[in-house]
């Protein structure tokens, strides 16, 4: 079993930054991949990044080379750092672990992969 804590979420002005934190219990942690989604009013859920056990990560294109996602096995936490946000960052994001190894990128993306997630933080980002 794994239970998932996001936290860090709030109000910032266009061109800011925030932390994204996402702490984790059970022994699947350190053995599998962990991701980030968002989910806007309106609009379906959408992958943000993912991180396998070893550094390997995906993003999205529309976060590429503004966000990094990271993680500190010791701490057993999962970062997600935002810069440079824009209105459209605007979302609620989880963050989700799989039951079972990731080893492509369509696995990485794919939200039905992940059996574990957490409550979701919100983030709103403001012009």
């Known amino acids: 079993q794994v239970q998932l804590v996001e936290s860090g979420g709030g109000l910032v002005q266009a061109g800011g930054s925030l932390r994204l934190s996402c702490a984790a219990s059970?022994?699947?942690?350190?053995?599998?991949?962990m991701g980030w989604f968002r989910q806007a009013p309106g609009k379906e859920r959408d992958f943000v990044a993912a991180?396998?056990?070893?550094?390997?990560?995906w993003y999205a294109d529309s976060v590429k080379g503004r966000f990094t996602i990271s993680r500190d096995n010791a701490k057993n936490t999962v970062y997600l750092q935002m810069n440079s946000l824009k209105p459209e960052d605007t979302a609620v994001y989880y963050c989700?672990?799989?039951?079972?190894?990731?080893?492509?990128?369509?696995?990485?993306?794919?939200?039905?992969?992940?059996?574990?997630w957490g409550q979701g933080t919100q983030v709103t980002v403001s012009s």
């Open positions: 989700a672990a799989p039951r079972r190894p990731i080893f492509t990128t369509a696995q990485a993306k794919d939200g039905d992969v992940y059996e574990y």
């Open positions: 059970g022994r699947t942690f350190n053995n599998y991949a």
């Open positions: 991180i396998t056990n070893s550094g390997r990560t």
